[in-house]
């Protein structure tokens, strides 16, 4: 029997690809904090708290792009319930936020403020670990991970796949989000979770702590890249991609899909649940509109027009789409369906492989011209 | 005073004689301290008749004046005189006649008691209704005259439940138990009120056994009305999920195509039934109640066009890429909503019932089944007959299920199967609009308006089998039902997350649907 001849593995990065990712090493933790704490206001150079602020939470969705890329652009799986796991990790987070506030709140008690307004007398028993940070922690992990581990199960055992798929994870992120909506679930119902003050017992609205949380953010950003380029090169992320083009040949073959799409789909659901963890002490609510199906779909427009199946992709997908977004909304708010919209369209008549996928055509473009003339 | 005392008298005894409004009684209703007023007014609606009707309407529209003494009603500048109804001439210092509230209330109410006497037979119940949600001791007299000058069955029914709802509270037991037993048939939500109220103050033992047995009664066949009631507007949502399913039947069911435009087009259709709405206004007051018949056909083409459109220049690129039509088409979702909030603003508009569709069908006392609901269901049938018609038995139906089954067959066959996908999307998108007509009759009209629907109705779709409309009609009527059954038990929220995770599990067990495909074409 003769060995069947692998191609050499790609370097985890190449020499240009570490030197990028140091650069933006270098952006996050070094220039951000110097430019925004020690760079006086009023310079040219000062980087603005709203800058800071909107950076972070840019860098949260590109966490959640990056999530989408790998059950979509990799494996195949159109989720259309990502914003969900998104919502669990930020309420997670809020529910320690909302403890955080102890008597501090509009009717000095140790119950939540809406907890009062509804005349409850304790905690229920969801909030039982809420007090504890190490246990936030990990439930922040657990609770999108395991509920996307259920779900994926079912799902992915009876082999429902494509169009099927997409749809009952966006009916799976609506019945949450109406449940949520109700006052008796203990969530704050409409107006969820609000009027942080303190994370770890550290105020939480100071320009210091912004700095942290963003650099924070950035470097999780950072990790979860080289993780999932990790991922995407073993042989791991190659049956991934296998799946992704032919399942049933992959089945033939004699691999049992159903492991790697329940893996792929569960990282990808606490990559979310953490980006909505770090993104709700930045921007200080979480309510249940976040769990709404357009805010889904979004999470997949960053990842196609940035571009599917590469990794810096969805990252430049979510800077240009969410930026454009807080520049529309405030210039031309009328504009800025018609902009998504158009948005949507466009990418996925002309530009399947979106920005990148563009960017390595018009190279290939220049190239060519140059090949020509040498031979 | 005494005099006129002796005239009400002589009119209460000879009662089946109409006896005509007096000067001195006009006068005496009209003129003077409320309380005189009062106490003449209660007088003269003991023995009513058409002139003592007109002038209490009168008082209520302010539309009476007095001079010298003598009371005028005054309509559209023309005085005429309240005894005879001749007109007159309004002498020069005639004043008007200042009503405090408690004259208005006891004028509301006189006004309220003579539409017992009114040649319309529909004044007349509501009357007796009205009367018996509130039994007034003082009434008896006049129901009494009332019941025994009443033809109407219905209206004397209601009467005598009146009369008895007065003498529920009468000093005589034995009048008191066959008063409630007399309740006891009416089976109305009011009458139970009634007779609660009454088993609270009662002392009599006798008496209040036969109240518990008559509310027992009552509630029994309150529940017959119940269920029925929670049957129909389940039903009715069902219609209304179908109406919103059909297109999508097409275009997703047959087609296979993913179409998240689809509860816009049912909102466009719904607009263009606005838009309708107000050019009858405009140009054809006269025939306004029959716009709808009008808005129908409009509703259809408007969104058929923006279908045909769609499909020409956007859809037909991405035929056998599902995600990349669903997210596609979720744009053009996104592009029409804010379209329609561009044209029409981010407020609902109103859309009226015509008046043939306002109220409903009394079928059981608590159980009305409004005509706007009724006309859904009609028009929902008549859509899926005729939708099964074209899909079964025209050439066009016959080329959509060949292109469907085999394309490439299809075209060899002759068949141009571009300009068939055209017509089916096409078709699809109509139908939507539609859905929208039917729904503007019962909800807001909205930019958000497909956004509640687009979800339930790819639901139905899921759930009754792709490419089945059969399915479709069981899965929409039965989710329907089912929705609506799961409210009374749970409240709208749950009720609506128990059908979809009752969905996901099904799908779970069944991806095909309730109708799988069977043969060849089946995945």
């Known amino acids: ?58 860098m949260c969705y590109a966490i959640c792009a990056l999530a989408m890329d790998l059950i979509w652009g990799y494996t195949g799986i159109l989720s259309l319930g990502h914003g969900l796991f998104f919502a669990l990790g930020g309420y997670v987070m809020g529910m320690y936020l909302m403890r955080q506030i102890g008597r501090d709140g509009n009717y000095k008690s140790d119950l939540p403020d809406f907890m009062v307004f509804l005349d409850w007398k304790e905690l229920p028993w969801h909030w039982a670990l809420s007090d504890s940070f190490v246990a936030t922690l990990l439930l922040i992990v657990l609770v999108p991970g395991l509920v996307a581990f259920v779900f994926g199960y079912f799902a992915f055992r009876s082999r429902i796949k494509g169009v099927y798929f997409s749809i009952i994870t966006q009916a799976m992120t609506f019945a949450a989000m109406l449940l949520f909506f109700r006052n008796e679930t203990g969530f704050g119902g409409n107006n969820g979770f609000t009027d942080f003050k303190r994370i770890l017992g550290l105020p939480i609205a100071t320009q ?9 953010t950035g470097l999780t950003l950072l990790a979860f890249f080289l993780l999932a380029r990790w991922l995407v090169r073993a042989k791991f992320g190659r049956v991934l991609q296998a799946i992704r083009d032919a399942e049933s040949r992959v089945m033939f073959s004699g691999y049992n899909p159903l492991g790697y799409k329940l893996a792929i789909w569960t990282l990808s659901a606490v990559m979310c649940g953490i980006a909505g963890a770090l993104y709700v002490p930045q921007v200080g609510i979480i309510n249940p509109g976040e769990m709404s199906p357009a805010n889904s779909i ?78 | 005073m005494f005099r006129k005392f002796l005239l009400s008298l002589a009119a209460l005894l000879c009662a089946a004689q109409a006896q005509a409004l007096t000067p001195a009684e006009a006068q005496a209703i009209v003129i003077g301290e409320t309380d005189g007023r009062i106490t003449a007014l209660q007088q003269a609606v003991l023995n009513p008749d058409e002139r003592k009707a007109a002038l209490l309407q009168a008082l209520a529209d302010d539309a009476v004046k007095v001079a010298g003494g003598k009371v005028y009603i005054v309509r559209d500048d023309q005085a005429t005189d309240p005894a005879t109804g001749e007109k007159v001439a309004l002498p020069d210092d005639a004043e008007d006649v200042i009503n405090n509230n408690r004259m208005r209330g006891e004028i509301d109410t006189a006004l309220a008691v003579l539409k017992l006497f009114s040649p319309d037979t529909k004044l007349r119940l509501d009357a007796a209704r009205a009367m018996l949600k509130e039994p007034d001791a003082g009434r ?50 009011d009458t139970k009120l009634l007779l609660n109220e009454r088993l609270s103050v009662e002392s009599d033992a006798e008496v209040k056994a036969q109240l518990q047995s008559a509310i027992r009664q009552i509630d029994d066949s309150l529940r017959w009305g119940e269920r029925l009631g929670a049957m129909f507007t389940g039903l009715s949502l069902g219609s209304i999920l179908l109406l919103a399913a059909l297109g999508l039947a097409i275009t997703y069911g047959l087609m296979g195509v993913i179409n998240m435009a689809h509860g ?30 009008a808005a129908v056909p409009v509703a259809f083409i408007t969104s058929a066009l923006v279908g045909a459109v769609l499909e020409r220049s956007v859809i037909r690129f991405l035929y056998g890429r599902p995600l990349e039509t669903l997210l596609a088409t979720w744009g053009i979702s996104l592009v029409l909503m804010q379209g329609v909030r561009s044209l029409f603003g981010a407020q609902n508009v109103a859309v009226e019932n015509p008046v043939w569709m306002s109220g409903g069908w009394l079928l059981l006392p608590n159980l009305t089944l409004p005509y706007n609901r009724l006309v859904i269901i009609a028009f929902a049938l008549a859509v899926l007959a005729g939708m099964a018609l074209l899909i079964g038995r025209t050439r066009l139906g016959l080329f959509v299920r060949g292109v469907t089954q085999n394309r ?61 409309l059969a399915g479709t009609v ?50």
Request: aromatic fraction near 10%; charge should be positive.
């Open chain 2, 408 to 468: 490439p067959i299809a075209s060899c066959m002759g068949v141009n199967t571009a300009r068939i996908d055209t017509y089916a999307f096409a078709l699809g998108s109509g139908i939507a609009g539609l859905a929208g007509c039917a729904l503007s009759q019962v909800g807001n009209v909205g930019p958000d308006l497909g956004q509640n629907y687009i979800v339930d109705s790819f639901m139905v779709v899921v759930l009754g089998g792709v490419g089945q």
């Open chain 2, 140 to 189: 008896l007299p006049l129901l009494d005259k009332a019941l025994a000058g009443e033809q109407d069955e219905r209206v004397k029914a209601v009467l005598a439940l009146a009369r008895a709802a007065v003498l529920l509270a009468s000093e005589d037991k034995s009048q008191r138990l066959t008063a409630a037993g007399a309740l006891a048939q009416s089976r109305t939500p």
């Open chain 2, 264 to 293: 816009e087009l049912i909102m466009i259709g719904a607009y263009a039934t606005y838009v309708v709405q107000g050019l009858f206004q405009t140009y054809l007051p006269g025939a306004f109640a029959w716009y709808l018949v």
């Open chain 1, 1 to 58: 029997m003769s060995q069947v001849q692998l191609p050499a593995t790609a370097p985890l990065l190449t020499r240009k690809g570490w030197s990028a990712f140091l650069v933006a090493l270098l952006l996050v933790c070094a220039l951000a904090p110097v430019l925004n704490l020690l760079v006086p206001q009023g310079s040219v150079f000062h980087m603005s708290d709203y800058t800071v602020a909107l950076l972070g939470r840019i």
């Open chain 2, 474 to 523: 069981y899965a929409a009527l039965g989710l329907g039902v089912l929705n609506k059954f799961l409210e009374g038990w749970t409240g709208a929220v749950l009720a609506k997350i128990t059908v979809l995770v009752f969905i996901i599990i099904f799908i779970q067990k069944r991806p095909q649907g309730i109708f799988a495909v069977k043969g060849r074409s089946a995945e």
């Open chain 1, 298 to 375: 979004e999470i997949a427009i960053w990842a196609a027009v940035g571009g599917r199946g590469t990794l810096v992709g969805p990252i430049v997908g979510a800077f240009v789409v969410s930026g454009a977004k807080s520049w529309l909304t405030v210039a031309a708010p009328e504009f800025w369906l018609y902009f998504l919209g158009g948005l949507f369209i466009v990418v996925t008549l002309f530009l399947p492989n979106g920005i990148v996928g563009l960017a390595k055509k018009l190279k290939a473009l220049n190239k060519k011209p140059a090949v020509e003339q040498s031979t």
């Open chain 1, 208 to 216: 210091n702590m912004r700095m942290v949380l963003f650099v924070l």
